[in-house]
C-alpha cells in the first residue's frame, strides 16, 4: 500500500520504518527541514534502539522516502497517517495547532477520492470531527475521504518491538471499508485488532495512559508509606503483581513518571473531563502525587545533610527512562532543578541525552563524559535513571570515588544487602534507608 505519515518524530519515524519493512511504500513527511536532511541520509534524529539500521535498509530498498513537500506526501496516498505532536498548553488541555495545520494542508492536496486520513497522534474524544472539518474546508474539489483514529501504543525505547509485538491495535474508523484496509494494512505485524468507534478509540488511548500512570502512582504512595512504616515495596509489589487481577506490571516504585505522554495525556483527560464538568479527583491526585515524588530525593537528601547549600551532587541519568535520548519531564530535571535552587554544584551524566539535556540545562550544570565524572569528589550521588551501564557499577566502587559517600537511588538499582557491606550511605524508595551510624550527622 502507498502510505504517507505525517510527523517524523518517536511514533512516525518508527511507524513509517516498521511499515516499509513489512512491504508497504513509505511516504514520510516532515515540516522540520534538517530532520528530513538527516534521515534520507539515513541517520535518525533521535535514539531508539534498532531503529537507525531498520531505517538505512528502507532506504536501501527503496521502500522509504523522506520530504516536506505536502504535494509529493498526498496526492498518491492510499492511507495518510498523522502523527505529529499534541503538546500540552498552558492549562493542560492538548494543543491541536499542528494537527490543525497538517490536516488543512492535507485538505489542500487531496486529488482523488477514498484516501484514509488516520489519527495516530493522541488527541481529545471529539478531535477526528474537528479533523474531518478542517480537510473539507480545504479540499479543491468534490473528494471524498474516511477518518479513523488508530492511537499508539508503543514505549520509547522499546518502540520497534512494541510495533511488532503489541497487546492490541484500535482502530476506530468511519467505514467498513477503511476498518478492513487499515486492518490488512497492520495484517503483517500479527497483532490483535480491536475495532471501535472513533470516539472509544481516542479514549482507550487516554484511559490507557492514566490507568498506568495511577498504577505508578499508587505504587509510589504505598513506598512511601512502606518507609514510614517498615517494609519493602519490592516484595510488596511482587506480592501484588502475583495476583492475576492486579498483574505485575507498572508496579515499579521510583521517582515517578516522566516522558512526552503520561504527564501530558492526565493533564489532557483531567481538562476534557473538565470540560464537561465532570472534576475528575482521581487522575488530580496522580498528577500531584507524581509532582511530589520526582523530587522526594532532594528532600531525604536535605533531611539527611541538613542543609543542602554549598556541597556538590552528581546526577546519573537524565532520559526520563533507560535506551531513550528523551528528557521530557524528566525527573531528573525537577532534581537538578531543585538542587541549583538550594546553592548545589552539579555534575551530570547520562550515556544518550547530554545533548537534549544542554538545551534545557544549559550552563548551569557541569556535564560528565564518562559517569566516573559526576561520582568522583562528589557530596551525594543521585541516581535518576536505571541505565544498565549504572546498575552494573558496585556501591563499593561509588564509595571509594565519592566524598562523602551519601547515594539517592530512585530507582532502585541496589540491593540493601550490597548496601549494608559498604560505607555509603544509602536512601532508595520504599525500602528502610542503610545508614551507617558513623555517619549520622
Ligand atoms: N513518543 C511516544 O512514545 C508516543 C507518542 N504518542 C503520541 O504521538 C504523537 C507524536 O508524538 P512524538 O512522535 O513523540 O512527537 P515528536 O515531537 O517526536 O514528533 C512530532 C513531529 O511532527 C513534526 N511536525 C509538527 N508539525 C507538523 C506539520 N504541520 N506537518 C508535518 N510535520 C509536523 C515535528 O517537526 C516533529 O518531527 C503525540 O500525539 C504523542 O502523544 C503516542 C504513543 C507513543
Ligand atoms: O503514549 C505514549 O507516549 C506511551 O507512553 C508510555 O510509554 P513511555 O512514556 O515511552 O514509557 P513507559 O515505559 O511507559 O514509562 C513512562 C514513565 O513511567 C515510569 N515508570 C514506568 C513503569 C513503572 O513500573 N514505574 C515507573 O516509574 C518510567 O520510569 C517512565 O518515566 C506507555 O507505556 C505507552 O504505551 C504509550 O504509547
Not at 548551569?364 to 551525594?380: A, K, P, R
Amino acid at each position: 500500500m502507498n502510505i504517507t505519515i505525517i510527523g517524523a518524530g518517536y511514533v512516525g519515524l518508527v511507524t513509517g520504518v516498521c511499515l516499509a519493512s513489512v512491504n508497504h511504500d513509505v511516504i514520510v513527511l516532515d515540516i522540520h527541514e534538517k530532520k528530513v536532511d538527516l534521515l534520507k541520509q539515513g541517520i535518525s534524529p533521535i535514539y531508539e534502539p534498532g531503529l537507525e539500521p531498520l531505517l538505512k535498509q528502507q532506504l536501501q530498498d527503496h521502500k522509504m522516502t523522506f520530504t516536506t513537500d505536502y504535494h509529493e506526501a498526498c496526492n498518491q496516498a492510499e492511507i495518510i497517517i498523522l502523527a505529529v505532536g499534541t503538546p500540552s498548553k498552558q492549562d493542560g488541555s492538548s494543543d491541536l495547532s499542528f494537527i490543525k495545520s497538517a490536516a488543512e494542508e492535507i485538505g489542500a492536496q487531496l486529488m482523488k477520492n477514498g484516501t484514509i486520513i488516520v489519527t495516530k497522534s493522541t488527541v481529545p474524544v471529539g478531535t477526528n470531527k474537528k479533523i474531518k472539518g478542517w480537510i473539507q474546508n480545504r479540499l479543491s474539489g468534490p473528494y471524498h475521504f474516511s477518518l479513523a483514529s488508530n492511537p499508539e501504543f508503543l514505549r520509547e525505547g522499546s518502540a520497534i518491538h512494541d510495533t511488532f509485538d503489541g497487546d492490541r491495535i484500535v482502530i476506530g474508523a468511519d467505514s467498513q471499508a477503511a476498518a478492513a484496509k487499515l486492518e490488512e494494512m497492520h495484517r503483517p505485524f500479527n497483532v490483535p485488532v480491536l475495532h471501535t468507534s472513533i470516539e472509544s478509540a481516542e479514549m482507550i488511548k487516554y484511559a490507557s495512559n492514566a490507568f498506568l500512570a495511577t498504577k505508578i502512582s499508587f505504587i509510589n504512595e504505598i513506598a512511601n508509606i512502606c518507609e514510614k512504616l517498615g517494609g519493602n515495596i519490592e516484595d510488596v509489589a511482587h506480592g501484588m503483581g502475583m495476583d492475576s487481577r492486579i498483574g505485575p506490571h507498572f508496579l515499579q516504585a521510583g521517582i515517578g513518571y516522566g516522558g512526552s505522554c503520561f504527564p501530558k495525556d492526565t493533564n489532557a483527560l483531567v481538562q476534557l473531563a473538565g470540560d464537561i464538568d465532570h472534576k475528575f479527583e482521581l487522575l488530580e491526585s496522580v498528577i500531584k502525587v507524581n509532582a511530589k515524588q520526582q523530587v522526594s530525593l532532594v528532600n531525604k537528601a536535605r533531611e539527611h545533610f541538613g542543609s543542602l547549600s554549598g556541597k556538590k551532587a552528581g546526577v546519573l541519568g537524565l532520559s526520563f527512562k533507560p535506551n531513550t535520548d528523551d528528557i521530557r519531564e524528566a525527573a531528573s530535571i525537577e532534581i537538578v532543578k531543585q538542587l541549583l535552587a538550594e546553592g548545589v554544584a552539579v555534575t551530570v551524566y547520562d550515556p544518550v541525552a547530554i545533548d537534549n539535556a544542554r538545551s534545557v540545562l544549559g550552563e548551569s550544570v557541569s556535564y560528565g563524559e564518562h559517569l566516573f565524572d559526576s561520582i568522583e569528589d562528589q557530596d551525594m550521588l543521585f541516581i535518576a535513571t536505571e541505565w544498565e551501564e549504572f546498575k552494573v557499577l558496585r556501591l563499593k566502587t561509588i564509595a571509594k570515588l565519592m566524598k562523602n559517600p551519601a547515594v539517592f537511588d530512585g530507582r532502585n538499582c541496589f540491593s540493601l544487602e550490597e548496601a549494608k557491606e559498604t560505607t555509603v550511605d544509602y536512601y532508595s524508595v520504599g525500602r528502610p534507608a542503610v545508614i551507617k551510624s558513623s555517619s549520622l550527622i
